[in-house]
């Protein structure tokens, strides 16, 4: 089994950054290609960013290129989501996910393992 605990989440002004973390524990978890979705109320999950293993495949949304960075320490078992330059349609609930290959996938299909989400707000 794995776990996921996402930090990092809060109350910014349009412009500003956050930086959003995900903890995992659990089996093998290094191997595995982690992903970060977001979820505005009345909408669905989002992909926004994916990281594979090693860092060496990253993709991101359109809506967010330019602006957000995923990263992963994997010695740490950490992932990151680095957001610059938000905007208030970027307020959501924002998710780490996990999969069990090691394959970057921008749909919720591609990802076994979720954490309940931190909360994002962009005041404009």
């Known amino acids: 089994q794995v776990q996921l605990v996402e930090s990092g989440g809060g109350l910014v002004q349009a412009g500003g950054s956050l930086r959003l973390a995900c903890t995992a524990s659990?089996?093998?978890?290094?191997?595995?290609?982690r992903g970060w979705f977001r979820q505005a109320p009345g909408k669905e999950r989002d992909f926004v960013a994916g990281?594979?293993?090693?860092?060496?495949?990253?993709q991101y949304a359109d809506s967010v290129k330019g602006r957000f960075t995923i990263s992963r320490d994997n010695a740490k078992n950490m992932v990151y989501l680095q957001m610059n330059s938000l905007k208030p349609e970027d307020a959501a609930v924002y998710y780490c996910?996990?999969?069990?290959?090691?394959?970057?996938?921008?749909?919720?299909?591609?990802?076994?393992?979720w954490g309940q989400g931190t909360q994002v707000t962009v005041s404009s």
């Open positions: 659990g089996n093998t978890f290094a191997t595995w290609a």
């Open positions: 996910a996990a999969a069990l290959r090691n394959l970057v996938v921008p749909d919720v299909k591609g990802y076994d393992y």
């Open positions: 990281i594979n293993f090693n860092g060496g495949v990253t």
